[in-house]
């Protein structure tokens, strides 16, 4: 059995990761629908400033820069 190298470890986990996100992504925006959910501006403010920061966080942890992990809520 041919062991796995580092790089393709890290292919396999970072396409599987980065497709789960999206997916994740694309079922957050099913709550866009008004007719099925009630939501203000200020909540979608803090979800997508919750969304760019963490993207933000994760480039920077590639870049050597390590930053604090905060759990989201919106109350």
């Known amino acids: 059995m041919t062991q796995e190298t ?3 470890k890290f292919v396999r986990l970072a396409e599987a990761r980065t497709n789960k996100i ?3 992504m694309r079922l957050l925006g099913n709550c866009s629908s008004k007719s099925n959910y009630d939501y203000t501006d200020e909540d979608i403010k803090k979800i997508f400033t919750a969304l760019e920061k963490e993207l933000k966080n994760t480039k920077n942890r590639f870049l050597g820069v390590e930053s604090k992990e905060e759990r989201f ?3």
């Open 22 to 24: 999206l997916e994740m």
């Open 73 to 75: 809520t919106l109350e």
């Open 6 to 8: 580092k790089r393709q």
